[in-house]
């Protein structure tokens, strides 16, 4: 048992973890470099990971090269050099510029904090987008606005973790799908509103938990069913009466009485333990095609992973967050894109054998590097041979051993964003109470029901209301988008019972969240 050196809670390293921590310890210089057990819980240590992740915060600031106005993941009074991408990604700058001499009489994290204020940051993290000015980690899209995590879309607004979908608006893990509006969880979903967890659902409103369904209203764990209401089948014409009902109420504006009979729908419906589909020997939740992933969260196809969250085949990881075609990976967030053995990183691309590194593309052997491109054989951005590199790579890890920071993940204070703006804040949230919006109101503005904020709308999005006859929000986006995340179980995970044979299940729901909560035999025998 090990106590927590941020919260002070005890947590476990089970033998499992402590043998899985074997794969990433560094060969160099003929020795062999462990990386230790971590100090922090699992949760302190995904915290930490989070905080340096800044999806949704986009300001207004100037360019530190061309003075033109861009929009930046960065304050304008951020200490760090920004760059438009055009700008960060052409020949005017050179990364190895800005490369120094390692000092073995000062900490590493001290030397790397002093690279990273000197040298240029992207404004935003953005590739091949067309008329789509305002999204970040995304690429791909045409004619889409706030949407952020997103790939390969057309007129979506936002969104985010948006994939290959069409004119869909509000949406949280949205998949293949269009004209689907307040959706969490769905793929392969045409015109469905306010529903959680649906596959190919069509033109259906409030469904929870269904699959291959369509023309249906407030009805969960529904498969292959047409024209039901309250899980119960209606003829046609009765259907269309009571949907227009509702399409009526929701034109008008009245959706709260609507959202209360769906949340108490969710409560009282069967839940299935954890989601995961085509798994073996893993544990966590939404889990799909993974083998021995322990603990882990919104993974598909992963195999011998642990404490992964929010990955796409990846392999041998642990404590990584926001990672696709991964292998070999230790405390590592935004990483990937058929990157090799990299080890305490935020963010590095098609990368391999890679050490400490910040936002790094296409680089080899490298450690202590900040926003280098093509670099091979590099320490705190400055080229050395290859003899050399392993020398000081090996006398660095030493020093680091000496000094307490080998194995340890940046420090958060080593974050360039404020912790609201980071996704930390959204599933470890500040727990200060919340106060109105007190900044001016630019004219014209709609003023958010719940915190005060203005927000305004864009055409797009006016379209997109009139086509489907639906009244304009009355919350802001960053509210609306928070509500989303709530409507999804928290990554943690619980002992209780089964709720029909009384057998002992893992669940992240809890009695607050669920009054049915099934095995997976059970579950299966109820729903199919």
């Excluded at 949704?56 to 991408?85: E, F």
């Excluded at 969960?220 to 899980?231: C, G, H, M, T, V």
């Excluded at 500040?430 to 004219?443: D, F, L, R, S």
């Amino acid at each position: 048992m090990k106590t927590c050196e941020k919260c002070q809670n005890q947590f476990t390293i089970p033998e499992d973890d402590k043998n899985f921590l074997q794969k990433f310890s560094v060969k160099i210089e003929g020795a062999t470099f462990a990386v230790p057990e971590p100090t922090l819980c699992p949760d302190c240590r995904q915290q930490r990971r989070l905080s340096f992740r800044n999806e949704r915060a986009l300001y207004h600031r100037k360019c530190d090269m061309s003075s033109k106005d861009i929009i930046s993941i960065y304050r304008q009074d951020s200490p760090y050099k920004v760059y438009s991408p055009q700008e960060w990604w052409s020949d005017k700058w050179n990364p190895l510029d800005f490369g120094r001499d390692f000092d073995f009489e000062r900490p590493f994290f001290e030397q790397f904090a002093e690279l990273k204020q000197s040298i240029p940051h992207l404004s935003l993290h953005v590739t091949n987008n067309e008329s789509s000015e305002y999204i970040n980690l995304s690429g791909y899209n045409k004619h889409c606005h706030l949407i952020f995590a997103a790939e390969y879309n057309e007129d979506c607004l936002y969104g985010t973790q948006v994939i290959k979908s069409e004119s869909c608006l509000d949406t949280l893990n949205c998949l293949e799908s269009k004209y689907c509006y307040e959706v969490v969880d769905v793929q392969g979903c045409y015109q469905l509103l306010y529903s959680q967890d649906c596959k190919n659902c069509n033109e259906s409103m409030f469904l929870y938990n269904c699959r291959n369904c369509s023309n249906c209203l407030f009805s969960s764990n529904l498969r292959n069913k047409q024209y039901y209401i309250f899980n119960q089948p209606y003829s046609k014409e009765q259907f269309l009466s009571k949907k227009a009902e509702i399409a009526k109420q929701l034109s008008e504006g009245k959706l709260d009485s609507l959202r209360e009979q769906f949340v108490k729908l969710k409560f009282n419906t069967i839940h299935k333990g954890l989601s995961m589909t085509n798994c073996e020997n893993s544990l966590g939740n939404f889990l799909s095609n993974c083998k021995n992933a322990q603990l882990c969260f919104d993974l598909a196809y992963g195999e011998d992973c642990r404490f992964v969250y929010t990955g796409y085949q990846v392999k041998d990881i642990m404590d990584v967050c926001h990672t696709t075609e991964m292998e070999l990976s230790y405390e590592g967030m935004s990483v990937g894109y058929k990157s090799y053995n990299v080890l305490f990183a935020n963010g590095a691309w098609s990368t391999n054998n890679a050490l400490y590194v910040d936002n790094v593309h296409s680089c080899q052997n490298v450690f202590g590097c900040s926003n280098l491109r093509n670099g091979q054989y590099c320490i705190l951005n400055k080229q050395y041979a290859k003899p050399e590199y392993e020398k000081m790579v090996a006398k660095i890890i030493e020093h680091m051993q000496k000094t307490g920071e080998w194995g340890q993940y940046f420090p958060l204070e080593m974050s360039p964003f404020k912790y609201e703006d980071t996704v930390a804040n959204e599933y470890f949230p500040h727990t200060e109470k919340e106060t109105k919006y007190q900044g001016e109101i630019p004219p014209n503005s709609i003023i958010c029901e719940i915190t005060g904020r203005p927000f305004n709308l864009v055409d797009a999005e006016k379209e997109f209301y009139k086509s489907m006859n639906l009244s304009i929000p009355k919350r802001h986006p960053d509210q609306r988008h928070k509500e989303r995340l709530a409507l999804r179980p928290a990554r943690k995970l619980v002992k209780k019972q089964c709720d029909k044979c009384s057998i002992e299940i893992t669940t992240p729901f809890t009695a607050k969240d669920a009054q049915k909560v099934y095995c997976e035999k059970c579950y299966l025998q109820e729903v199919y």
